[in-house]
């Protein structure tokens, strides 16, 4: 039975475990953005878009996607909203930190895109 190393090189423990299995690594890597793409939404995204459908209600675009696989560590999120009218990029981010203070306790990244409709 293979034992799971806890180092820095925690990557070559994984290649040479599934090597040992007769799985490729690369086989592993490329299979991963393909498998989550015919997943449907996580519990995580569904709550960061009822968050900000709830803080921006004149939002005409809200896209909420889990950039870690599904374990909610980091998101990249896109908004479009008139809210955003007049304001400056970073006033935008920091409107989109406020509403989602207490969800970003528990990520490690996240990635905010804003923009205003054009009409």
Not at 80 to 101: D, G
Request: glycine letters at 6%; a neutral charge.
């Amino acid at each position: 039975m293979a034992k799971l190393m806890l180092s820095p090189s925690w990557g070559e423990a994984v290649a040479g475990l599934l090597s040992n299995r007769g799985t490729p690594l690369q086989a592993v890597l490329l299979c991963a953005p393909q498998c989550r793409a015919l997943a449907s939404q996580t519990e995580g995204e569904a709550q960061v878009i009822r968050v900000l459908q709830e803080k921006f209600p004149q939002a005409s675009a809200i896209k909420v996607v889990d950039i870690s696989g599904g374990c909610g560590a980091m998101y990249e999120i896109h908004i479009e909203s008139e809210e955003f009218k007049e304001k400056r990029t970073v006033q935008q981010h920091q409107m989109v930190n406020q509403a989602l203070k207490e969800e970003i306790k528990a990520m490690h990244g996240l990635r905010i895109f804003t923009s205003v409709p054009k009409h």
